[in-house]
């Protein structure tokens, strides 16, 4: 989706949601105002193909992406997340949908499992759902027919919050601590593994593991919005992937 394409999308998923206050600025009126909408647009990612972390993670796949998390869109997935903007859905699902469909390389979608990563017991008890899950349900309602949600990964275990951890200890957070509570599910699918935010990769590739052990047939993966790296450097800092 070009940038011209990414700002209509974005305008007329807003204008399907009763008006109140731009969740990224405030601004009485649409929950994307349009000059957020705007500046969602100039934040699409430069690249149509697989991004990667830096540093890359060990067998990393690619993950395709469709706006930088900066500025507004971080604004907006905040607000979502854990700002009781659940209105959000539909324009955060919009992009997470235009991810999943570069993620099966252009092919019109079949049989295919959109998989949320899961959410801590924590976290679902202080949001009330899986913010995750409800993108994935919206994405898969915006791709059409072949196109199946579930959310079978479980944490198989407690782990740290993320927030506070670098690249290694994320790494190490998460190893092993995902599992699918119903193999059945994924056993011969084709999965696409789907999150708002791609940060250091670290959930992505222990979820990845998590279904390629319960037998998927392939892992995708596909996000919302790539974090950039915290440093001085300007432009996107994650390189393109192998096609």
């Known amino acids: 989706m070009g940038v011209t394409g990414l700002g209509r999308a974005l305008a007329a998923a807003g204008d399907l949601v009763l008006p109140r206050a731009c969740a990224a600025c ?8 349009p000059r957020c909408r705007d500046e969602v647009s100039r934040l699409a990612l430069p690249t149509l193909g697989p991004v990667a972390p830096y540093p890359v993670p060990v067998a990393w796949p690619g993950c395709t992406g469709t706006v ?31 991810a999943v469909l570069r993620a099966l390389a252009g ?18 008890r202080r949001r009330g759902d899986q913010p995750t899950l409800l993108l994935a349900r ?44 119903r193999p059945s599910l994924v056993r011969g699918r084709r999965c696409v593994l789907v999150d708002d935010v791609l940060t250091s990769g670290a959930t992505l590739t222990e979820g ?19 974090t950039a790296r915290r440093t001085a450097v300007r432009g996107l800092p994650f390189p393109s992937g192998p096609d």
């Open 26 to 33: 405030g601004r009485p009126g649409a929950i994307i105002c």
């Open 208 to 226: 990845r593991r998590a279904l390629l052990c319960a037998g998927a047939d392939r892992v995708d993966l596909a996000v919302a919005m790539v």
């Open 68 to 98: 930088s998390y900066e500025g507004v869109t971080a604004r907006l997935a905040r607000a979502f997340k854990d700002g009781d903007r659940r209105d959000l859905v539909d324009p955060l699902g919009r992009l997470l949908a235009d």
């Open 138 to 181: 919206r994405a898969a309602r915006v791709l059409g027919p072949g196109v199946d949600v579930r959310g079978v990964l479980r944490m198989a275990r407690g782990t740290a919050d993320q927030a506070g951890l670098d690249r290694a200890g994320r790494l190490a957070n998460l190893s092993g601590a995902m599992r699918a509570s």
């Open 107 to 124: 092919e019109a979608p079949g049989d295919v499992l959109l998989v949320p990563v899961p959410s801590s017991p924590a976290a679902i």
